[in-house]
């Protein structure tokens, strides 16, 4: 065993639209620099961390208003309600241009270090608004993640511990304010690589820490908090749930 790499991604880095679609996208300018058209603060977040402790980082700046990079084909929100109206051909060429080459380079970065026989944690950067559909979101800081995958469990599990250990006064919820079993690319990857090799684990931060000038002093929690992730005991024959 090769021991355990950390691999950082940031699905949603921006809200640019590449040259050729930006005469062709007419988003109002509050969208595109809103939630919807990217997650706020969370390239911030993934650019601290990667330059604290040098784990690799593959990201993009493209607005997910052109296409989610965290949604599987098929998938109805692939395409927003402004891109989803152009043609067949266009859309082909929007996933073979943007899409496939960036999932691609993530798939193809793991696949060596399983190869190698490393154990892979995969952290996914993301944040979430505070207010949704009226429903006020207050925590801090998500951990989603499959509960069936023993491995999972354990990372979540010192994560959490390792971040109130840094800061108590943050709070830290399991699968909020989503799903982890819902697709995304951790979802697609947990399909392509055994649970003894693959953790796929998404961090969601309530981006109410970007907009309050909060971002170096949450990143500096999440930075200490990983400190030993790398010699964590992923023995998964001794683990059992952790909540």
Same mark, same amino acid.
Request: proline share 4%.
């Given at each position: 065993?090769?021991?355990?790499?950390? =691999?950082? %991604? #940031?699905?949603?880095?921006?809200?640019? =639209? &590449?040259?050729?679609?930006?005469?062709?996208? /007419?988003?109002? %300018?509050?969208?595109?620099?809103?939630?919807? @058209?990217?997650?706020?603060? *969370?390239?911030?977040?993934?650019?601290?961390?990667?330059? *604290?402790?040098?784990?690799?980082?593959?990201? +993009?700046?493209?607005?997910?208003?052109?296409?989610?990079?965290?949604? +599987?084909?098929?998938?109805?929100?692939?395409?927003? /309600?402004?891109? !989803?109206?152009?043609?067949?051909?266009?859309?082909?060429?929007?996933?073979?241009?943007?899409?496939? &080459?960036?999932?691609?380079?993530?798939?193809?970065?793991?696949?060596?270090?399983?190869?190698?026989?490393?154990? =892979?944690?995969?952290?996914?950067?993301?944040?979430?608004?505070?207010?949704?559909?009226?429903?006020?979101? $207050?925590?801090?800081?998500?951990?989603?993640?499959?509960?069936?995958?023993?491995?999972?469990?354990?990372? #979540?599990?010192?994560?959490?511990?390792?971040?109130?250990?840094?800061? $108590?006064?943050?709070?830290?919820?399991?699968?909020?304010?989503?799903?982890?079993?819902?697709?995304?690319? %951790?979802?697609?990857?947990?399909?392509?690589? &055994? &649970?003894?090799?693959?953790?796929?684990?998404?961090?969601?931060?309530?981006?109410? !820490?970007?907009?309050? @000038?909060?971002?170096? +002093?949450? +990143?500096?929690?999440?930075? *200490?908090?990983?400190?030993?992730?790398?010699?964590?005991?992923?023995?998964?024959?001794?683990?059992?749930?952790?909540?």
């Amino acid at each position: 065993m090769s021991g355990i790499k950390v =691999i950082l %991604t #940031c699905e949603h880095g921006g809200y640019e =639209i &590449p040259e050729p679609f930006k005469n062709k996208l /007419e988003i109002p %300018t509050e969208i595109l620099s809103g939630h919807r @058209g990217w997650d706020p603060g *969370a390239y911030m977040i993934a650019s601290e961390i990667e330059k *604290a402790t040098q784990y690799p980082m593959i990201f +993009s700046i493209y607005s997910r208003l052109l296409v989610d990079l965290n949604r +599987s084909v098929g998938n109805p929100e692939l395409f927003s /309600e402004y891109s !989803h109206e152009f043609s067949k051909q266009v859309k082909q060429e929007i996933l073979s241009d943007y899409y496939f &080459p960036y999932r691609r380079r993530v798939e193809e970065y793991m696949s060596r270090l399983i190869d190698d026989n490393s154990i =892979i944690i995969h952290l996914g950067i993301h944040t979430f608004n505070t207010i949704l559909n009226n429903e006020v979101r $207050d925590f801090d800081i998500g951990l989603l993640y499959d509960e069936t995958r023993i491995l999972e469990n354990k990372a #979540c599990y010192f994560l959490r511990k390792s971040i109130l250990k840094y800061d $108590d006064s943050l709070k830290i919820k399991y699968n909020a304010p989503y799903k982890g079993t819902d697709d995304g690319l %951790t979802t697609y990857f947990r399909s392509h690589f &055994p &649970p003894e090799n693959y953790l796929g684990i998404e961090i969601e931060i309530n981006n109410r !820490h970007f907009y309050n @000038g909060e971002i170096t +002093s949450l +990143s500096s929690s999440i930075i *200490a908090a990983l400190k030993g992730i790398e010699d964590l005991n992923l023995d998964s024959n001794a683990i059992t749930k952790y909540s």
